[in-house]
């Protein structure tokens, strides 16, 4: 799973991140920022994600963003 965000951050790393994908969070297992305050945050899925779950980040112990719908590309 790939996520991309936005943060004022100007370090981040893989235990900074935390999604929750349809009620199940979970560490990103890498992130990185790809400049002007855009970060991409990838997770290793243990199993494919059913329906549409929503999706949230939190960086840290910070409050959890809202949740925005899984989009899905091939």
Not at 66 to 71: D, E, F, S, T, V
């Amino acid at each position: 799973l790939v996520c991309y965000f936005r943060s004022g951050a100007k370090t981040l790393c893989a235990a900074d991140v935390h999604l929750d994908v349809g009620g199940g969070a979970m560490e990103c297992d890498v992130a990185g920022s790809l400049g002007d305050g855009v970060w991409q945050a990838n997770v290793l899925l243990n199993e494919g994600l059913k329906g549409e779950p929503g999706v949230r980040i939190r960086l840290g112990n910070g409050p959890w963003s809202n949740a925005l719908p899984l989009r899905r590309t091939a």
